[in-house]
């Protein structure tokens, strides 16, 4: 069974603070995706990483995929209001099955 | 495409009632995924499709659980004799078959089930 394991699992912050949330597993995936959720919601996809070491942007977040393919950050620049929700990672494994982690519940005050 | 919708969004049934859950993925999409996330949690896979076949099935789908993909585009998810812990919200997710590029899967907004 391959886990993901996301930290911190809850993060209150206020506005225009950085803040880097982790994806960690013992599992190699062949790619991973960020998601965000809102209450009542499905999740939205943010970005895909495929390759080790790759580092995407988008806009304010920065998602990095670890050199082993077995690890993800993603790092919010000046946090808003509106980034708040729950941010979760999934691993692709080689059979295209995504498996997700319990996610990190991103609150950030005005 | 509107992407991937799924029926009802709410639904609220008694203890021992039958359910089903309806899913229309992206129209180019060959695979379907289902999925079960109650409060505080990811998603948990259930099962997935490969056009009509089902590929796989994760040990929480009891013989309760059944998902049908019979022309390889809409799915049913149907629950029998529901319980108070199938209360949960059932993600409906769809992708392409596209494993070297990241296989990325699309979801729907979800069903939420309320057992009481």
């Known amino acids: 069974t391959q886990l993901l394991e996301q930290s911190p699992q809850f993060l209150s912050i206020q506005e225009g603070e950085n803040l880097t949330v982790y994806c960690n597993s013992s599992s190699v995936f062949s790619s991973l995706q960020w998601y965000r959720q809102e209450p009542g919601e499905g999740p939205v996809l943010l970005v895909t990483?495929?390759?080790?070491?790759e580092v995407k942007k988008l806009k304010r977040l920065t998602f990095q995929f670890g050199d082993a393919r077995k690890d993800s950050s993603l790092h919010i620049t000046a946090a808003q209001p509106g980034d708040t929700g729950l941010y979760l990672c999934a691993g692709v494994d080689n059979a295209g099955k995504s498996t997700f982690g319990d996610g990190t519940t991103l609150t950030v005050k005005p | 495409d509107t992407g991937v919708s799924q029926d009802p969004r709410h639904k609220i049934t008694k203890r021992g009632q039958n359910v089903t859950f309806r899913c229309d993925p992206i129209s180019e999409h060959n695979r379907l995924y289902w999925y079960r996330q109650t409060l505080g949690q990811g998603p948990e896979f259930l099962t997935y499709?490969?056009?009509?076949?089902?590929?796989?099935k994760s040990r929480l789908l009891s013989d309760r659980f059944s998902a049908e993909r019979p022309k390889g585009s809409f799915s049913t998810l149907e629950i029998q004799r529901t319980e108070q812990g199938d209360s949960a919200m059932y993600l409906c997710?769809?992708?392409?078959?596209?494993?070297?590029?990241?296989?990325?899967?699309?979801f729907g907004e979800g069903s939420w089930l309320t057992v009481v």
């Open positions: 990483v495929v390759t080790g070491g």
């Open positions: 499709f490969q056009n009509e076949a089902q590929l796989e």
């Open positions: 997710a769809s992708s392409f078959d596209r494993v070297i590029s990241g296989n990325t899967i699309y």
